[in-house]
C-alpha cells in the first residue's frame, strides 16, 4: 500500500511540473519502465542504492535523455504483471524490463503459468510498440533438475519466442555471492546493486543510443 501511494504521489507531482511548464510527456526521448519484485524494488537497501536508482544517476550525469520508472513490488509473481502494466501505460514507456519469475519460482508454481503470465505482458508491450527486455532467473538446485531446467528455459524461449532482448539471469556474479547479498543470502545488498547495475546497464545501453560505458 505505502509502494502504491508513493508512486500516486510521485505520478501527481510529475503531471503538475509537466502542466505548469508546458512540457509535453512526449517530448522525453525514452521513458524505461522496470517491473519486477524485491529484487529490482531493492529489499533491505534504501532507495536511491538500487540498481534501478543507480542507473538513472549514471544516465543523468552523461546528460541522457532517460526517464525511469520502478514499478517494483517486494513478493510480487507474475500474476501481477498485466495489472501494473495498465497502470503504468499513462507515461507512455518506449521501454519494458520485464524483471518478474523469481517469486513464482521460489513458490514452485508452474512453468507453464508463469510463462502465460509473462508472455501476455510480453505480447500487450509489443502490440503498444514498447520495446522489451525480458531479463532471466534461476532457481537453486534443491527446486530439483526437471523443474529448475524448465524454469530457465522459459526465459529463452519467450525471449527467441517473440524476438525480445534477453538479460539470461538479472543475478549473473551476485547470486550466492555473500559478499553482494544480505544476510538472508537472497536478495542483493548495495555492493549487489551496483554489480546489477553494471550487468543490466550492458544490455540496456545499445538499445539506447548509448556506446560509451
Not at 45 to 62: H, R
Request: proline share 3%; no cysteine; glycine share 8%.
Amino acid at each position: 500500500m505505502k509502494f502504491f501511494l508513493k508512486l500516486i504521489i510521485s505520478f501527481l507531482f510529475f503531471y503538475s511540473l509537466t502542466a505548469f511548464s508546458g512540457t509535453d510527456i512526449s517530448q522525453d526521448q525514452y521513458r524505461i519502465l522496470f517491473l519486477g519484485d524485491s529484487l529490482t524494488e531493492g529489499y533491505g537497501i534504501d532507495e536511491d542504492k538500487t540498481y534501478v536508482s543507480l542507473l538513472e544517476k549514471k544516465w543523468e550525469s552523461e546528460g541522457r535523455n532517460i526517464q525511469v520508472f520502478n514499478g517494483s513490488v517486494s513478493g510480487s509473481t507474475t500474476s501481477s504483471a498485466m495489472s501494473r502494466l495498465r497502470w503504468f501505460e499513462r507515461v507512455s514507456p518506449t521501454h519494458l524490463v520485464l524483471a518478474l519469475g523469481a517469486n513464482d519460482g521460489l513458490r514452485g508454481l508452474s512453468v507453464q503459468s508463469t510463462q502465460k503470465n509473462l508472455e501476455e505482458a510480453i505480447e500487450w508491450a509489443l502490440s503498444r510498440d514498447i520495446t522489451v527486455v525480458l531479463a532471466g532467473m534461476l532457481m537453486p538446485p534443491n527446486y530439483g533438475r526437471e523443474y529448475t531446467e524448465e524454469f530457465e528455459k522459459m526465459f529463452s524461449n519467450l525471449a527467441k519466442k517473440h524476438a525480445v532482448y534477453f538479460i539470461p539471469f538479472l543475478l549473473e556474479g551476485v547470486a550466492a555471492e555473500e559478499k553482494y547479498n544480505l544476510p538472508d543470502g537472497i536478495h542483493p545488498n548495495e555492493k549487489g546493486h551496483e554489480l546489477m547495475k553494471k550487468n543490466v546497464q550492458k544490455f540496456l545501453n545499445p538499445l539506447l543510443g548509448i556506446t560509451t560505458e
